[in-house]
């Protein structure tokens, strides 16, 4: 059974920076080539969004257009953890973000929830202006 916790969510100002991390059990980062995991946010009122996805097993990385340059996904494979690092924060950000895992193909390129098979809990990111 696949198991996703984030953690990392907090308060901050407009222009600072947050580090989600990810930690995965039941399910080997490294392992699958074919898979990725990815980054989503919903804010109150909204859809769920993509943000950024990596093949964990070696090979891309996805953004979406409006964290580019700020964000970066990244893993710890001795770790068995996901990390997003987020920069430049703007209140616009301001969401619920969630860990997901077990894409493939499309579904990693366009950052498609639908085509993610597990999902954390969530942690929340609060930036005030």
């Known amino acids: 059974q696949v198991q996703l916790v984030e953690s990392g969510g907090g308060s901050v100002q407009a222009g600072g920076s947050l580090r989600l991390s990810c930690a995965a059990s039941?399910?080997?980062?490294?392992?699958?080539?074919?898979?990725?995991m990815g980054w989503f946010r919903q804010a109150p009122g909204k859809e769920r969004e993509g943000v950024a996805a990596?093949?964990?097993?070696?090979?891309?990385?996805y953004y979406a257009d409006s964290v580019k340059g700020r964000f970066t996904i990244s893993q710890d494979n001795a770790k068995n953890t996901l990390y997003l690092q987020m920069n430049s924060l703007k209140p616009e950000d301001t969401a619920m973000y969630y860990c997901?895992?077990?894409?493939?193909?499309?579904?990693?390129?366009?950052?498609?929830?639908?085509?993610?098979?597990?999902w954390g809990q969530g942690t929340q990111v609060t930036v005030s202006s």
């Open positions: 997901a895992a077990r894409a493939s193909g499309v579904g990693c390129r366009s950052l498609r929830p639908s085509s993610f098979l597990d």
């Open positions: 039941g399910y080997t980062l490294s392992t699958y080539s074919t898979y990725c």
């Open positions: 990596i093949y964990t097993g070696g090979g891309g990385t």
